[in-house]
């Protein structure tokens, strides 16, 4: 199934913002914010996670939502950032010329990165649900109105 423009932007803005937040928060957490500019400072990182991500994502299914339901959609996110994540450090990493990322860093990234990542893709596939949901119960009350007669 080829994706579309449509299909990928909504997920990769969202990704893009959970990404942010979880280095953001991160960045402050640490005390790490660069106080000149910020938004560079979350930005850069942000760009050392997300291209392992939209790439392992664009081959392993992490933007089609529509195929397979909610758990294989999940399960193929998931995946994505089993496989995009210790890429993403690796890539800051040689960035920043670090030879060794410390074991509690890789843990907080895999835990509370995919937290941020996961997290909001489990939202809005929960809501997704929801909201399809509440259209089809509606759609069932209004079938079974009475109609209303006209008067001719």
Known sequence: ???RRHQLLPWLLGDVLALSAF???GQVDHGLVDAANPLW???EQVLLFGAPWVLAGLWLGAFRF???GARAFLARSLNTWLVAAPL???LRSYVLGRAVVPTAFISATL??????????RALF?????LVRRRRSTWEVKKDEQP???HAS
């Open 1 to 3: 199934m080829k994706l």
């Open 23 to 25: 280095v953001f928060i």
């Open 41 to 43: 400072g979350v930005l």
């Open 66 to 68: 529509g195929e397979g």
């Open 88 to 90: 993403g450090l690796l």
């Open 111 to 120: 835990f509370f990165g995919g937290m941020f990542v996961l997290g909001w």
């Open 125 to 129: 596939v929960l809501g997704h649900f």
């Open 147 to 149: 109609h209303s007669l």
